[in-house]
């Protein structure tokens, strides 16, 4: 069955590093991946979409790479700040059939001064 | 501003009654989504609706009923015939642009029932 996992294990690090979420997936070809964030008690927002052809993607701080041969995204924080705390989700699509958008379990990133 | 609003943010319920969450939108979307969120486990799709006046189920229907009656609004309705109804529940929406859909999803900020 189609699978993807999240680390489950809170990823916590220190104010101006750089961190870095691992979204990998199984029995599935995805035309698409997004990176979402979310806040205790909020809903999700959207953060990036890339699709199978890119490699990588970048807004601002924020990096995401696509290796479709691996299986693997990497969501990447630049300077990270304690305000980047929250919750990240990764999600997969097809194109056309958003009913069939499967999301992760998403990580917890504490980003402490 | 456009979003997306639900309500109510908490809901407490009483086993054997039926309660019914609002989903609104002013984004002017074709596609409705709503969503269901438990601890530990990814967000899993209830039921969705691309069009007003139809709606198709999605991976755990049972014991949930929609309905989409305006474009702006889809609410749904947890009955007594889920039997383990307690969770957080979101609603979400999307665009299509030439009939293709963009893939962002924008969600409201939840509804969290309770079944006492």
């Known amino acids: 069955s189609q699978k993807i996992e999240q680390n489950s294990e809170a990823l916590n690090i220190q104010e101006g590093k750089t961190a870095t979420l691992t979204c990998n997936y199984t029995n599935y070809s995805p035309a698409y991946l997004q990176w979402y964030r979310q806040d205790p008690g909020r809903g999700p927002v959207f953060l990036l979409l890339i699709r199978e052809n890119e490699k990588e993607k970048r807004k601002e701080r924020l990096k995401v790479t696509f290796d479709t041969t691996l299986k693997q995204s990497l969501f990447h924080i630049t300077a990270s700040q304690p305000a980047d705390s929250a919750t990240y989700l990764c999600?997969?699509?097809?194109?056309?059939?958003?009913?069939?958008?499967?999301f992760g379990t998403g990580t917890r990133l504490q980003v402490f001064p | 501003d456009g979003g997306i609003t639900q309500s109510p943010k908490y809901l407490f319920r009483k086993e054997g009654q039926n309660v019914t969450l609002s989903c609104e939108q002013n984004l002017n979307h074709d596609a409705m989504y709503w969503y269901r969120q438990d601890p530990g486990q990814g967000l899993r799709l209830i039921y969705y609706s691309q069009i007003v006046n139809d709606f198709q189920k999605g991976d755990i229907a049972e014991g949930y009923s929609v309905s989409r009656e305006k474009k702006e609004s889809f609410p749904l309705t947890v009955t007594s015939a889920q039997k383990n109804p307690t969770a957080f529940y979101l609603c979400?929406?999307?665009?299509?642009?030439?009939?293709?859909?963009?893939?962002?999803?924008?969600f409201g900020e939840g509804s969290r029932l309770t079944v006492l």
């Open positions: 999600a997969l699509g097809q194109l056309y059939n958003t009913d069939k958008l499967i």
């Open positions: 979400a929406s999307s665009s299509a642009v030439g009939g293709r859909y963009t893939g962002e999803l924008f």
